[in-house]
């Protein structure tokens, strides 16, 4: 083989020469169509995947032992099966019997998938070759074992060269591979994160042990939105979709309670209502504490300044615990106002009106910031039985009939 030299100096050819065909970007735009979808009926599903399931596209869908990743496979499988699409469920954690017996308690077991119980990529990979389904579920990645690879499954190798193999064959012969993928506990995915650059979508089912909602999440998405999320109840009869989440999330809530505040919030593209519960109490340690569940801790800490420096609201020798109710984990910075109002409202133990919600971002200067889809935070509060709002100013103030907005520009003024 000859080499070039990699030191050949600059050359005049070394850029715009290359080897690779050359379109015009304007060539390109007219002539790709839209990817080809399927719809699996599942709505929070489908609007996960950026609106159904993309022809030879990879998905990896990872998450917790435990969480329920196989269950929501199966009844995914069984839904495109359903529609009339050739699926293949490939499974290497349990065997076909178990799989049988929790379909049966699914009310899936007349379901048209077809279930494989096998762990050896050249034995899948002959049987997808020869059976051409249009979606194969790979439960899980960490159990498949290629023979050409010299470590143990579950290794980042292995998973790797695996993954490698499944995804080249879904691009050559258009099939959709769903690849499920356990998480560790330091929330990394075992086997790392090798799968998550080499698929098109990246899918996170979570929740927490304990309560009944579970929510898939996208964080890379080829084909659609990466902020997406879908909401389902666990029951006895597996995954239930939650059409309204909003009513879920604030279901527990009785009276008003100092410390909690209902933030109208956005998750990709849909506006849900959250509670944040907000606890402050002395605190018997040399370091006070910060608890956070469900929100960003440099969030709480970046708020606690700013109420402390340009508020003059001191929170040292103060516990802080903070917590999204009912599992859900919130990332909008446009919940930064709902925090400072549940911090305030459980420092001074004064409950806020039952029928407000709360919203916007705020500045290290204290300022308010305008927020992104105002009015549909206020529809879907308002839809939600309450009657006003705080938020900030924005350029154009939005209006809901049966709303009051009560707009500030700074934290000061709150
Ligand atoms: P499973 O789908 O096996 O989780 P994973 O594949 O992520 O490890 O679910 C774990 C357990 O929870 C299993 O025993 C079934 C039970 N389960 C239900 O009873 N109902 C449900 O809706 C779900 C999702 C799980
Ligand atoms: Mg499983």
Request: glycine share 10%.
């Amino acid at each position: 083989m000859e080499e070039a030299p990699l030191s050949a100096g600059p050359s005049k050819k070394s850029l715009g020469n290359v080897r690779g065909k050359q379109v015009p970007l304007s060539d390109l735009s007219t002539k790709d169509d839209p990817p080809a979808r399927t719809v699996s009926g599942v709505a929070e599903l489908d609007r996960v995947l950026g609106g159904g399931l993309v022809e030879a596209s990879a998905i990896l869908v990872g998450g917790d032992p435990g969480i329920g990743k196989s269950t929501l496979l199966l009844q995914a499988a069984a839904r495109f099966a359903r529609g009339g699409m050739d699926v293949i469920y490939v499974t290497g954690e349990e065997a076909a019997e178990q799989i049988r017996l929790r379909a049966a308690r699914l009310g899936l077991e007349n379901s048209p998938v077809r279930l494989a119980a096998e762990t050896n990529l050249r034995d899948i990979l002959t049987t997808l070759d020869a059976e051409q389904p249009k979606l194969v579920v790979i439960d899980s990645i960490q159990t498949m074992w290629a023979d050409n690879v010299d470590s143990a499954p579950g290794s980042v190798s292995q998973v790797r060269a695996a993954s490698h193999e499944l995804i080249s064959f879904a691009k050559r012969r258009g099939t959709s591979v769903i690849l499920v993928g356990h998480v560790t506990k330091e929330g990394q995915l075992a086997g790392p994160r090798v799968v998550e650059h080499m698929v098109d979508t990246v899918l996170y089912f979570e929740g927490e042990r304990g309560h009944q909602f579970r929510i898939l999440r996208a964080v890379k998405n080829r084909y659609g939105p990466s902020d997406e999320i879908g909401v389902f109840e666990m029951t006895g009869r597996g995954l239930a979709e939650v059409t309204n989440p909003s009513a879920l999330f604030l279901a527990d809530r009785d009276r008003p309670a100092p410390g909690s505040v209902v933030f109208a919030g956005i998750e990709g593209t849909r506006p849900m209502l959250t509670e944040i519960q907000a606890l402050v109490a002395p605190s018997p340690h040399s370091q006070a504490r910060r608890t956070v569940v469900g929100l960003d801790s440099q969030r709480l800490a970046t708020i606690l300044a700013v109420l402390e420096s340009r508020c003059g609201i001191p929170f040292a020798g103060l516990d802080v615990y903070l917590n999204v109710a009912g599992g859900m984990r919130v990332s909008e910075p446009a919940a930064d106002l709902a925090v400072a109002a549940a911090l305030l409202s459980a420092r001074e133990d004064t409950a806020l009106p039952s029928d407000t919600v709360v919203f916007g971002e705020i500045s290290l200067s204290g300022a308010l910031r305008p927020v992104t889809q105002a009015e549909n935070r206020l529809k879907e509060a308002s839809k939600l039985g309450f009657a006003s709002a705080i938020g900030p100013e924005q350029k154009k103030q939005a209006r809901v009939p049966g709303m009051t907005l009560r707009t500030m520009t700074d934290l000061v003024s709150f």
